[in-house]
């Protein structure tokens, strides 16, 4: 028995294996929520995979769910310890139909002859081997160009978004090292505002629908960034936010001018927060949204 699982091109669980080669499957092995009338046969044995492959693809036939991974778990480095995260997928039977015959077309079986080893070193004439072709025409055609032409991996080249959970360990990281934070009994803090509102519309909203924001939430806002911990703007928590909004105390004389991540978004009452300066504290200023304001950026 054998798994193969075709994912979405923008999947990061394709890095993460390049990277370190640890993935896990998990299975169901006994299906008991169906009606069993046949005592002969189970429903669904257990089964070990001898292998598991991976086809990246970007073609929507492929993946036609079109399901996400998400962050189920994140552990910050220590000195025992290194960084670790787990993202999770979760993968159904496929339904193209030119990938539902009886017989793997990604991995060819082979009898090895006689003489042979079994997987247990056992000697088995009957041994089989499994052999993955590069040249499959199936594995060398996973990937459609901008002019429709079915191309392989190799051939394509991958336009990668930074995921939620990057994007705000940046901005995290960003605001630490250009600027002064506030310090309220618990350390340097952010407000939720002057993280999030750095987001453009399409990231907020991904974040939001798509990846596990609250798994991030629990590991981004606690301090696992340069110990910065990202804080509700509670009114009376702390004078500078009840003033200004903002744990952005001042700008720290090294930093650019622009901001790689700058504020995207108005306040409640429908104000901008303007950065303090290197002399000068944060200020308010009238809101402009992108031209034009329906587009996404």
Known sequence: MSTTTIIQL????ADYVDSNGDLFLEQTDILLDSPKENKTLPLLTRQYPWYILLYPSNKPENNPFNSKSQITDYTTSSKDSPETMTRQLKTTTTIIPTLRNKYNQFISV??????????????????RINKLNLDNTLINSGYTDSEGNKIAASQFTANRQKTGFRLLSEIIKSLDTNYLLGLNG???????????????LRQFNKLFKIENFRQMKRTLFNGSVNEVKVVPATKYSDAKIFVNKTQLVR????APE??????????????TIVPPTTEESPTFDSFIPPAPPTALP
């Open 110 to 127: 082979n009898l090895v002859g006689q003489g042979a080893l079994d997987v247990f070193e056992i000697e088995d004439n009957d041994a």
């Open 186 to 200: 618990i350390g340097k803090s952010l407000t939720e505002f002057d993280v999030l509102s750095r987001l453009t």
């Open 251 to 254: 700008k720290k004389s090294a």
């Open 258 to 271: 622009q901001d790689e991540f700058p504020e995207r978004k108005s306040t409640n009452f429908g104000r």
């Open 10 to 13: 923008r999947q990061q669980e």
